[in-house]
């Protein structure tokens, strides 16, 4: 019974340490991306199909895991409280 609650507090604390290493590098994906849209004046589809294949996948794997959604939504909530007035 002992093991199973550690185990258990182990795996969630590696994932909670996992969320919070992310959400800096998804605040940096998110500022790129937007940065790139307002300076390409392109619609966000349309970056997207320019961009390479190996671009594509890794935008994918780093916004479309579910592993990644609350390092995502955090980082994007950030984005727009800082980001509110511009």
Same mark, same amino acid.
Not at 23 to 41: C, D, F, G, H, L
């Given at each position: 019974?002992?093991?199973?609650?550690?185990?258990?507090?182990?795996?969630?604390?590696?994932?909670?340490?996992?969320?919070?290493?992310?959400?800096?590098?998804?605040?940096? +994906?998110?500022?790129? %991306?937007?940065?790139?849209?307002?300076?390409? #004046?392109?619609? $966000?589809?349309?970056?997207?199909?320019?961009?390479?294949?190996?671009?594509?996948?890794?935008?994918?794997?780093?916004?479309?895991?579910?592993? +990644?959604?609350?390092? %995502?939504?955090?980082?994007?909530?950030?984005? #727009?409280?800082? $980001?509110?007035?511009?």
């Amino acid at each position: 019974m002992m093991e199973d609650s550690f185990i258990f507090y182990v795996i969630g604390g590696v994932l909670l340490l996992y969320i919070v290493i992310m959400i800096p590098i998804q605040y940096r +994906n998110i500022v790129a %991306t937007k940065e790139e849209i307002k300076k390409s #004046k392109k619609t $966000h589809n349309e970056m997207y199909e320019k961009m390479s294949f190996e671009e594509q996948q890794l935008q994918f794997n780093l916004q479309g895991s579910l592993l +990644n959604l609350p390092s %995502t939504l955090i980082a994007t909530l950030i984005y #727009k409280i800082r $980001h509110r007035n511009k």
